[in-house]
């Protein structure tokens, strides 16, 4: 086993802050169950049900789905364990870390994609979290549902749901006012509450769709193997994409480790059960619907509104609602607030940064991205995996390839040192992310359908459904043969103290 590393870094550089500096291996506490237990309650989430739903909705039949979900999950497990590898090793979290392949300046670029990507998912758990509010409302206020459309028709957006949403958006950006330490309550009643809710929704369906053997006999809608291919493999590259944004950014998880074994058997015992298992609540759900409505029903809030006990949908929508704001926060809100600071330390705060992310969540229109399945897969999921997957591929090819595991912690927080390139930015690293992104972007613009889909050529369009793996190969092959051709460049890169 590696020994953890630790050393003093130049505290007045402007590099360095509280928040980024190493951890020193005295505080590192977390073992093997924290991560067990921070990878299941994350996995705990709306999104996750609807995330297995949605590919009972686009045909797939109980165990097509569930094999999917775990397929994918225990692909990005692996550059979630190796990127976690320098924060445990060194205390650093993911800004830091992505100095030593993108440049103590460049970094920032990395930093910003994934904040963006946080930003999206702010704006989906906000407007679940305000649908619940609407779930709720409409039944004590029937009015809410017939208000005046004020909205064009090409928002695709209530009234009714807007205001929700809304006042669901204010309650966040008061939250951070207020500042992270006050979501610690909120967390600990989503922690008790959703186990208990999805069993209780899993007995629903169970005694409602008369068992599970009607349930599970339900066959896939494919016509063929072909057609069942064809929404496979951006299927899976979307349950990979759901995780992407963490496959970056869990050295901040992993840099308080007690160690490798730790981060490495916690995440291997967290993440793929625990996605697998509450997905399997979701599949199960969504095919009883068939059964009991005629219909699949893939959003659990919408299902939630079929019910006519009214004390029973305010109960369950407002335990929605205080869960996913809780998680809201804590995922979603504190990473990029940190990443927009970053920018302008002495002109943006971390409240700044979570009113930028706010703002981001709505522009982004959330409620068009999981009005249907292809939506929340094809256009999202598969979407920013295409920007993400090339970060990762570079940053574990930097680390575990040229660097072999060893950095210079003091050069990390220097504007001089060897991880400074040229002003900052490593131009290797940007080119091989561009190399990554580049081919993905012809099938994404099919998909959004911004251009004829017979405006490209069959094979690089289809290169989409692949997304997150052609950007991760191929942006980790390019910055290894970019890298090593600079010998003299290399050669000083490599000479660690």
């Not at 090793?89 to 920032?108: C, D, E, M, Q």
Request: some cysteine.
């Amino acid at each position: 086993m590696q020994q953890q590393t630790e050393a003093h870094v130049d505290e007045s550089s402007a590099l360095y802050s509280e928040d980024l500096a190493p951890i020193p291996v005295s505080k590192r506490t977390w073992n093997t169950w924290n991560y067990a237990a921070l990878w299941i309650s994350m996995s705990l989430c709306i999104p996750t049900y609807m995330m297995a739903s949605s590919l009972i909705e686009g045909g797939m039949n109980w165990w097509q789905a569930i094999l999917t979900i775990f397929l994918g999950n225990t692909i990005v497990l692996v550059p979630m364990i190796l990127n976690g590898h320098a924060g445990a090793k060194y205390g650093i979290p993911f800004p830091v870390l992505a100095r030593a392949s993108f440049g103590t300046s460049g970094a920032n670029i990395p930093a910003l994609l994934r904040a963006i990507v946080a930003c999206g998912w702010f704006g989906i758990q906000t407007w679940l979290g305000g649908f619940s509010v609407y779930q709720m409302l409409r039944l004590w206020i029937p009015s809410l549902e017939t208000l005046p459309d004020i909205f064009p028709a090409s928002f695709g957006l209530q009234t009714g749901p807007a205001i929700c949403f809304l006042l669901f958006w204010l309650l966040n950006m008061y939250v951070v006012y207020l500042g992270v330490e006050s979501i610690k309550k909120l967390l600990l009643f989503k922690a008790f509450f959703l186990p208990v809710a999805a069993l209780a929704l899993l007995w629903w369906a169970i005694s409602a769709g008369n068992g599970l053997g009607p349930i599970l006999q339900q066959s896939s809608k494919f016509a063929d193997s072909s057609a069942f291919f064809a929404f496979f493999f951006p299927a899976l590259t979307g349950m990979v994409g759901f995780w992407a944004t963490l496959s970056l950014n869990i050295p901040d998880f992993t840099r308080y480790a007690t160690s490798q074994q730790a981060q490495i058997k916690g995440q291997a015992i967290g993440l793929p059960p625990s996605m697998t298992l509450f997905s399997f609540i979701g599949v199960v759900v969504t095919s009883a619907t068939t059964i009991i409505y005629g219909t699949t029903i893939w959003d659990p809030l919408i299902l939630a509104g079929k019910f006519d006990n009214k004390l029973l949908v305010s109960v369950a929508m407002i335990s929605v609602a205080v869960s996913t704001l809780a998680t809201n926060i804590a995922a979603n809100i504190v990473s990029p607030a940190n990443d927009f600071a970053n920018l302008a330390p002495s002109k943006i705060d971390f409240r700044k940064g979570g009113y930028i992310t706010g703002v981001i969540g709505i522009l982004i229109f959330p409620w068009k991205l999981i009005a249907d399945p292809t939506g929340f897969i094809f256009t999202w999921l598969v979407g920013y995996s295409s920007l993400l997957g090339p970060v990762g591929g570079i940053m574990i090819a930097d680390y575990f390839f040229l660097r072999r595991q060893k950095l210079d912690l003091n050069d990390l927080y220097s504007t001089t040192g060897i991880y400074s390139f040229k002003n900052g930015v490593n131009s290797s690293a940007i080119i091989a992310l561009l190399a990554g992104i580049i081919p993905n972007i012809p099938g994404f613009l099919t998909t959004i359908h911004a251009i004829p889909a017979d405006s490209v050529p069959a094979w690089i369009s289809q290169l989409y459904n692949y997304a997150w793996f052609v950007g991760f190969f191929l942006s980790g092959s390019v910055y290894l043969g970019l890298m090593r051709s600079r010998d003299t460049v290399q050669e000083r890169q490599l000479t660690v103290s």
